[in-house]
């Protein structure tokens, strides 16, 4: 890793820090107000020319967001972050914030399944040329991503949880003048730190780890400021998808326990994984160990396994006592999402169906449960479920 990275203060030290900004107060004022008046005609002249920053309409700047933008700014080591209404209005406000009918886009394989749609039944109808690659294509090719306007990357990608080397995708975009977005909900800013690694955009659905408690839906995105000024400026403003003042307050909240509550849920993985491995119920588990990558850290608890020919899966899950049926992921309480659910999912553009997951797979997304506890449930509901061969 570079010098800079280890002499910067440590994560949980920076979502710990107190903004100077609130009079003494540790947590944001919830400054729930539509819009801010001026002193004078001529600080509202102003503000309204560019010339001052000052808060003016909550749809595109607020306090208490600012609060929270400024908190993942630091967490991610970018310049500069927006939050947004959800990770999806994140994701498309970015996305259409540079890409324009005409430009292609290319899109890892099993990206997350709204993005997927929101690239084929939006974007594709507007002359937006999407490709699919595998992880290992991102990494290997170095001229995949020639006279491409937009690498949109996971890492680890959704359902199978296949990992790149961004650092080396990173490369290859800037050789070809592509940017690159990483949605970055699943490992987080503590375990990895993609704008590090090279990547220009950091997107989040902020409704999973960052908020830690199944209570938020929420986004944010976080770049160089250059970045994140066309952003505010287009589809922020234009497409309005803001995050609300409350929302912004419980997201501070939940990031002052982020470091905790990561490390917490990856000792809970690494103990499933372990038991999950050797077991004759199950044939595969897909969860990418720290380090399997450069730049990644940690595990997070959210991972699939694959289950033998002989468990029946709608038994299974009816079985679990502790692990609770939903989509979703990222809160204090365990879940699972048994694939063929998704994959039998209405509507058009079903990703799941498009890149061949199978429907023997079931996502399980680990909480703040005791692990002995969850072990015991998952075990006992295998045994349960499992027909003679
Ligand atoms: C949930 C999720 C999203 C979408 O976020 P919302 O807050 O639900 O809009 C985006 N990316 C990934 C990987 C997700 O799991």
């Known amino acids: 890793m570079p010098d800079h990275i280890s002499a910067s203060p440590s994560i949980e030290t920076l979502l710990a820090a107190v903004s100077s900004e609130f009079d003494g107060a540790v947590a944001p004022p919830i ?33 208490t967001v600012a609060a929270l933008e400024n908190m993942m700014a630091a967490a991610e080591q970018g310049e500069a972050a927006v939050g947004f209404a959800s990770g999806m209005a994140a994701i498309s406000s970015t996305v259409l914030a540079f890409v324009r009918p005409g430009d292609r886009i290319a899109c890892v394989e099993h990206v997350y399944p709204d993005a997927y749609r929101l690239f084929e039944r939006l974007l594709r109808p507007f002359g937006v040329e999407v490709t699919y690659h595998a992880v290992e294509e991102f990494q290997c090719n170095p001229d995949l991503l020639a006279g491409a306007k937009l690498a949109y990357l996971e890492s ?38 993609p704008l590090t690694l090279g990547i220009d955009i950091v997107v989040h659905s902020a409704s999973k780890y960052l908020s830690g408690h199944s209570d938020t839906v929420a986004g944010v995105v976080i770049a160089r400021s250059d970045l994140i000024a066309q952003i505010r400026d287009l589809s922020l403003t234009l497409l309005g998808g803001k995050l609300a003042p409350f929302e912004a307050f419980l997201l501070t909240r939940g ?26 119920l199950v044939s595969k588990v897909l969860s990418p160990a720290a380090g ?42 365990s879940l699972i999402l048994p694939a063929q659910i998704a994959l039998n999912q209405a ?40 027909r003679e061969k």
Request: cysteine-free.
């Open 255 to 280: 990031l002052r326990t982020l470091g905790a509550r990561m490390r917490q849920h990856q000792s809970t993985a690494d103990f499933l994984v372990e038991r999950l491995s050797g077991h004759p």
């Open 292 to 333: 399997s990558v450069p730049g990644l850290t940690g595990r997070s608890g959210l991972m699939s396994v694959e289950l033998d020919d002989t468990i029946d899966i709608p038994n299974f899950a009816d079985a679990l006592k502790l692990f609770q049926l939903g989509v979703s992921w990222g809160g204090f309480e």
């Open 156 to 193: 680890p990608n959704s359902a199978v949880f296949q990992t790149m080397d961004l650092s080396v995708v990173a490369s290859h975009a800037k050789r070809h003048g592509t940017l690159t977005v990483v949605d970055n909900s699943w490992a987080t800013p503590v375990f990895q730190r």
């Open 347 to 386: 509507g058009e553009q079903n990703s799941m169906q498009r890149f061949g997951v199978s429907g023997r797979i079931v996502r399980l997304s680990l909480g703040l449960e005791d692990p002995n506890d969850l072990w015991a449930d998952f075990e006992a509901a295998l045994k349960a479920s499992a």
């Open 31 to 63: 400054v729930q107000t539509s819009l801010f008046t001026f002193d004078s005609y001529q600080a509202f002249e102003d503000r309204m020319a560019g010339r001052t920053d000052d808060p003016l309409y909550t749809r595109v700047q607020n306090p």
